[in-house]
């Protein structure tokens, strides 16, 4: 029921961006960012764990993106506008396991780092309101399917957005996205949401 609902959201924005803001502006995005985990919750049956007292700690430390943006814009609307863009993204975790008597390190306490790289692809599509002609605050919503994963494969995080366009020409946004699933949801943890602030380029080459 839940994926029904957002995908009927996305249906109806694009039949509303397609048939009220005709005006369309396409071009390459680029970004990346922070990334934040919440809620962890370690898996305490997970076998490190319980032999010799092991300790676990994962840390999502970065993003990035590549997308392609289309925006609809409409000059008898011009303070509103959407953004609809299909993206690729990944997410790097960092892995530590801390054993108290490592055998291979004399017995001596010792870190065992590693990182993981995580895949997904993305349809984000938000809403916008130019505060100014350069200024503008969005909002929406981004449909994510996580191909390389540990976890769980589908999320659907919400997004803000403050941004600015030089010129009309190089846009440049901030956006933070807040996920509500459990998407590390793997052998070492029982649950874990992620959120991301992110800083994105779009750099439109095309218009209708």
Not at 41 to 47: D, H, M, Q, T, V
Not at 82 to 100: A, G, Q, T
Not at 122 to 149: D, F, H, K, M, Q
Not at 169 to 181: E, I, N, P, S, W
Request: aromatic share 14%; hydrophobic share 35%.
């Amino acid at each position: 029921m839940r994926k029904r609902n957002i995908l009927l959201f996305l249906l109806v924005l694009t039949f509303v961006s397609v048939e009220t803001f005709a005006q369309v502006k396409t071009g390459l995005l680029i970004g990346g960012g922070l990334g934040f985990e919440q809620g962890l919750k370690i898996n305490k049956n997970y076998p490190l764990i319980l032999k010799d007292g092991a300790y676990i700690d994962d840390n999502y430390q970065y993003n990035g993106l590549l997308g392609y943006r289309i925006r609809f814009e409409n000059k008898k609307y011009q303070s509103i506008f959407f953004d609809v863009d299909p993206l690729v993204n990944l997410k790097v975790y960092e892995s530590k396991d801390y054993y108290p008597k490592d055998e291979t390190n004399y017995g001596s306490p010792a870190w065992i780092k590693s990182h993981n790289v995580n895949f997904s692809l993305a349809v984000s599509s938000s809403v916008n309101y130019r505060i100014t002609s350069s200024l503008y605050i969005g909002a929406g919503i981004e449909p994510t399917w996580n191909i390389v994963t540990d976890g769980k494969h589908f999320d659907a995080p919400v997004l803000g957005r403050i941004g600015y366009n030089c010129h009309g020409k190089v846009d440049f946004a901030l956006t933070y996205k807040q996920g509500f699933t459990n998407v590390i949801n793997t052998d070492r943890y029982t649950k874990g949401r992620i959120s991301d602030l992110s800083l994105s380029v779009f750099v439109p080459f095309k218009s209708k």
